[in-house]
Nanobody
Framework: QVQLVESGGGLVQPGRSLTLSCAGSGASFWIYGMKWYRQAPGKEREWIASIFPTTGGTDYGASVKDRFFISRDNEANTASLQMYSLKPEDTAVYYC?????????WGQGTQVTVSS
């Protein structure tokens, strides 16, 4: 059974930083890679970052490129999303996702609110 648990969300002022974490079980992030998504109120879920299987290569959505950075700890099977220069429009629920055997698994999400 695949389980994903996000943590690290909260209220942060514009321009500040925040790091989210995703703890995975039942699916190795080194084997399957993983992705971060977010969903703001009234908007569709948006892909924001990927870390690829084995190579650890990364890719980012245009809205977060050069501000957010994804990484993983292979031994702990955790992934992180370091977020810098946060903006009010980054306010959303952030989810981690992994695809295993053709099925997508999601965490419960963690709320990030960027406001002064």
């Amino acid at each position: 059974q695949v389980q994903l648990v996000e943590s690290g969300g909260g209220l942060v002022q514009p321009g500040r930083s925040l790091t989210l974490s995703c703890a995975g079980s039942g699916a190795s992030f080194w084997i399957y890679g993983m992705k971060w998504y977010r969903q703001a109120p009234g908007k569709e879920r948006e892909w924001i970052a990927s870390i690829f299987p084995t190579t650890g290569g990364t890719d980012y959505g245009a809205s977060v490129k050069d501000r957010f950075f994804i990484s993983r700890d292979n031994e702990a099977n955790t992934a992180s999303l370091q977020m810098y220069s946060l903006k009010p429009e980054d306010t959303a629920v952030y989810y981690c996702q992994v695809r295993k055997s053709g099925r997508d698994y999601w965490g419960q999400g963690t709320q990030v609110t960027v406001s002064s």
